[in-house]
């Protein structure tokens, strides 16, 4: 078999399209990566996800990046958002537990107690495949999924209690108001 660079495809005997099986080169999820970067820049992020339109941008963007790409935004974009926001998800519920930790040298989980990992493991059997893989895109996963999901009753994430706490907090009274000097 071989990879088509340019399409992404695997390909069998005489150049034939595997079915059902599409590869995603390096140099194609650098370009989607790149084009969500844009578009969540853009402000096509809803407080949940994606506003309506977002997979024809990426497809135009994809184009862009890569003239000639065979990439279409169904079924080949939406899959790959499905795959990446999952694996986000799982690798942000594990890096909230305490015991598990981020190599961002290595872009890899660093397993601090095995307990917790073990129990993690018992919960969702998805993670087990993600111990000693290198995860390249996480922190770009995070600025684009990254207030996509809640994770309890009224969740937010630390810039939106950053902006909530500066928002609410009394302005502080100029000291010579204090002094009755005005």
Not at 89 to 111: H, P, R, V, Y
Request: overall charge negative; aromatic content about 8%.
């Amino acid at each position: 078999m071989e990879i088509n660079a340019i399409a992404g495809h695997v390909e069998g005997e005489k150049g034939k399209t595997i079915r059902g099986r599409s590869v995603w080169s390096k140099i194609e999820e650098d370009a989607l990566v790149q084009c969500l970067s844009d578009i969540v820049s853009e402000g096509w992020k809803a407080d949940n996800g994606f506003k309506a339109g977002i997979q024809r941008e990426l497809e135009k963007g994809m184009r862009k990046l890569l003239p000639g790409t065979d990439i279409v935004a169904n079924p080949h974009i939406n899959s790959k958002l499905h795959v990446w926001k999952k694996d986000y998800e799982a690798l942000s519920d594990l890096l909230s537990k305490s015991g598990i930790g981020w190599n961002s040298t290595t872009s890899t989980l660093d397993i601090i107690d095995e307990d917790v990992w073990d129990a993690q493991k018992r919960v969702d059997p998805h993670v087990k495949t993600m111990r000693h893989k290198s995860w390249p895109y996480y922190e770009n996963w995070s600025y684009i999924f990254g207030k996509d999901r809640a994770t309890g009753e009224n969740a937010a994430d630390p810039t939106d209690l950053v902006d909530s706490f500066l928002r609410d907090a009394p302005e502080e009274e100029d000291s010579d108001m204090h002094h009755g000097n005005i």
